[in-house]
Nanobody, 116 residues
Framework: QVQLVESGGGLVQAGGSLRLSCAAS????????MGWYRQAPGKQRELAAT???????NYASSVKGRFTISRDNAKKTVYLQMNSLKPEDTAVYYC??????????WGQGTQVTVSS
């Protein structure tokens, strides 16, 4: 069984910063891609950022230049540094981890609220 524990969400004013963390534990020893997705009220879940096991990153155009994804393979943890936050970044942020054999795991979600 695999568990993903997210932390770092909260309420911040526009222009502020937050750092999300997602740590994987349990029976997951070989992690492939890791990423962050987000879902705003009334909208579909969308990609925010991903990072491969080799460190190649990909960002949604709406967050490029403001968000930075990184990972610590030894700690099985992925991070999302979010700067210059905007009200439209308000959403539940979900961590997603893919095992090298293809199994996909999701975190429980952490709320990020940006006030104007």
């Amino acid at each position: 069984q695999v568990q993903l524990v997210e932390s770092g969400g909260g309420l911040v004013q526009a222009g502020g910063s937050l750092r999300l963390s997602c740590a994987a534990s349990g029976s997951i020893f070989s992690i492939g891609a890791m990423g962050w997705y987000r879902q705003a009220p009334g909208k579909q879940r969308e990609l925010a950022a991903t990072i491969t096991s080799g460190g190649v990153t990909n960002y949604a155009s709406s967050v490029k230049g403001r968000f930075t994804i990184s990972r610590d393979n030894a700690k099985k943890t992925v991070y999302l540094q979010m700067n210059s936050l905007k009200p439209e970044d308000t959403a539940v942020y979900y961590c997603r981890v893919v095992h090298i054999y293809g199994d996909v795991y999701w975190g429980q979600g952490t709320q990020v609220t940006v006030s104007s």
